[in-house]
């Protein structure tokens, strides 16, 4: 294994793991993603100049293989009918709930989510991530926002930088 790319994985696996399981919302899946992501970034590896490149192409590659997941036949989420309602004291409950609510978003919209509020990354490097339009995100992110919105209730207020997804 080439040192550059050792070093790459070892500091940065703890990040992208974190995202490959805000988009599948599952340990075991998003470990399987982010090997995949992972094995197909040290393949490109040579064309690759520097670790700032190589996490975002990691990032394009855990996004497009987890929507491909998506897509295919046998994926299936499955939304629990057991999510406690938002309290207004219990931050662990609250986080609970938002996560299982950001779950049941389509992949493209939790992807927007993950990538502007939780990695805090500019409307333009989720563009670049995401492979679309910086109009696409900006569409994307706001139906997002507004389906949490509206299953929070007009008596809530939306904070979602605030809450780990």
């Given at each position: 294994?080439?040192?550059?790319?050792?070093?790459f994985a070892v500091a940065r696996q703890g990040a992208l793991f974190r995202y490959a399981y805000l988009l599948v919302g599952d340990r075991g899946h998003a470990e399987d993603l982010l090997q995949e992501?992972?094995?197909k970034t040290f393949m490109r590896w040579h064309r690759l100049r520097d670790s700032a490149n190589a996490e975002a192409y990691t990032r394009r590659v855990i996004t497009n293989t987890a929507f491909s997941w998506f897509r295919r036949k046998?994926?299936?989420?499955?939304?629990?009918?057991?999510?406690?309602p938002l309290p207004?004291?219990?931050?662990?409950?609250t986080r609970m709930w938002l996560r299982a609510e950001v779950r049941k978003l389509p992949p493209r919209q939790r992807?927007?989510?993950v990538l502007r509020y939780f990695e805090d990354l500019s409307l333009a490097e989720t563009a670049r991530t995401l492979g679309?339009?910086?109009g696409t995100v900006k569409?994307?992110?706001n139906r997002a926002l507004a389906r949490l919105r509206a299953t929070l209730g007009p008596e809530q207020t939306l904070i979602i930088e605030e809450v780990v997804l």
């Open positions: 294994m080439e040192p550059e790319f050792e070093a992501a992972l094995t046998g994926w299936s989420e499955k939304p629990r009918d057991d999510v406690p207004h004291t219990d931050d662990s409950t992807a927007v989510l679309c339009s910086e569409s994307q992110g």
